[in-house]
């Protein structure tokens, strides 16, 4: 072996424990979200706590997660790719032994909160280390498309292992696989990331902290709202209150981010970025993907435990098929997108997966699980379309030193996508008795998901014009 073929040899083992180390990343956050759900009710025995108290288990985590994302893309830019993200990972996996060794719900509930710090840190880094590692844009197609790909795997993993583990052991369990898979992760990202590409650059931007306050305020807030909304009732003083406090964050935040932009100072979210319509197409897709994919884990999840009569295995298993179809199609659609283009191939997803949804409108519901399982087939494949080419154009559409504030962004507009998705849903299903009320909302995504193929060519059509 020459000295170029053994230099080549190298960097391609080096660029593939990188494209490892950022998967494992975003795996470790779609793992966690997905497996505590299936462990609550076992976390409830074990801690004696009320259904009202459980719920807060998963909503600190999600309320402190989309609030931090902004702050966490900024620490990107201030700190380095590289330093953010090694500390996200550490903080996520304290806030994992934290929560495995919880000996009450308080205690638990701190935990999750530093899990949420860890993971709203560490998701905005892998993106921009991918965009900033794989500089060809058919190669960083590919390289998004695995990344989107293998993150499926940890939602698949997740009910399955989690239905598992309390079968056979304890909940907290469940939390020290986190601990292993974050020391895995930071093992493999310490020698892999290059601290010369993704170190801290001189001159780096200060965070820009009043604005950081008014978006952890606006998110919390919103957030906040939609998910109490479902308990509490749309018309409740607290909602309102939410919504309220919400809206006046947002435009204090826009009005001073438009002010530091005309000033030439570094706003943590730069308002030229959403010039860009792909950028705005990417946003609105990924919301449209988020809502459709946890409204449909949700609610399906009820239905096949609590009307099926399964237990939380069979029910981890029965989404195997849709999840394992994602995560082969990711890397997939990365070809696809850096042959055919992005835009095309997001749309073909959006399209297919309404398609499916609209399938899962008009069962009956006395169906075997197999017919329900070719359904929900069908949505694996559009969410598989859509979901890295979503990814790849929201960071590829801005300049790449926004790359950090463009994942950012993205990640925040999915969660919020998803925690959209189970609470306007929830309205919907609770109008009718279940089944027919279920019916009603797969029909409501399969409308969304087409209406938003229809917004996502119009914007890069215009722009291509």
């Known amino acids: 072996m020459n000295v170029e073929t053994a230099g080549n040899t190298a960097s391609l083992r080096s660029a593939t424990a990188l494209l490892i180390a950022m998967c494992l990343g975003l795996m470790l956050s779609m793992f966690n979200s997905t497996l505590v759900n299936v462990t609550l009710p076992d976390i409830a025995t074990s801690l004696r706590v009320s259904a009202t108290e459980l719920q807060w288990v998963s909503t600190i985590y999600s309320l402190c997660y989309a609030a931090m994302l902004l702050p966490g893309g900024a620490l990107g830019n201030r700190l380095g790719r590289r330093n953010a993200f090694l500390a996200g990972i550490g903080v996520f996996v304290v806030g994992s032994l934290g929560c495995a060794a919880a000996p009450d719900l308080a205690a638990l509930l701190a935990a999750r909160v530093a899990q949420a710090l860890g993971a709203a840190t560490m998701l905005p880094q ?9 500089d060809h844009a058919s190669v960083r197609s590919r390289a998004v498309g695995i990344w989107a790909g293998l993150a499926s795997l940890g939602l698949a993993a997740g009910p399955v292992l989690g239905g598992a583990i ?19 992760t930071l093992a493999l990202a310490l020698p892999a990331v290059p601290q010369s590409r993704h170190g801290r650059t001189p001159g780096a931007p200060t965070v820009d902290l009043p604005g950081a306050a008014l978006s952890v305020v606006a998110l919390a807030a919103l957030v906040f709202g939609l998910i109490e909304s479902t308990d509490l009732g749309w018309d409740s003083p607290f909602i309102v209150l ?20 005309r000033r030439g100072t570094h706003p943590i979210m730069p308002l030229d970025i959403w010039r860009s319509r792909h950028f705005v197409a990417a946003n609105l897709a990924g919301l449209a993907y988020f809502f459709c994919f946890f409204g ?11 009307q099926r009569g399964f237990t939380p295995l069979i029910t981890g298993i029965a989404f195997l098929p849709m999840m394992i179809t994602i995560a082969v199609l990711g890397p997939v659609a990365g070809r696809l997108g850096a042959r055919f283009g992005s835009t095309r191939v997001l749309t073909a997803g959006l399209l297919i997966g309404g398609v499916g949804c609209f399938l899962l409108a008009f069962p009956a519901h006395s169906d075997s699980l197999l017919g329900v399982e070719s359904q929900l087939l069908i949505v694996g494949i559009g969410c598989g379309l859509m979901s890295s080419p979503t990814s790849n154009l929201a960071v590829s559409s801005v300049e790449r030193r926004h790359s950090s504030t463009a994942s950012a962004v993205h990640n925040m507009c999915r969660q919020i996508g998803a925690t959209l998705g189970v609470a306007v849903l929830a309205g919907v299903v609770s109008a009718s008795e279940f089944a027919t009320g279920l019916d009603h ?9 087409a209406a938003t193929a229809v917004a996502v060519w119009l914007l890069t059509r215009r722009t291509a014009r």
């Open 126 to 134: 892998t993106l921009a280390i991918l965009v900033h590692e794989f």
């Open 166 to 184: 309390v079968s056979i052991s304890s909940w907290r369990w469940g939390f020290l696989l986190s601990v292993l898979l974050g020391a895995a």
């Open 242 to 261: 939410a919504f309220i406090a919400s809206a006046l964050a947002i435009a204090g935040f826009l009005l001073l981010e438009h002010t530091l932009g």
């Open 296 to 306: 449909i884990l949700y609610f399906f999840s009820i239905d096949l435990q609590q």
């Open 441 to 449: 909302a797969m029909a409501v995504l399969g409308a969304l998901l």
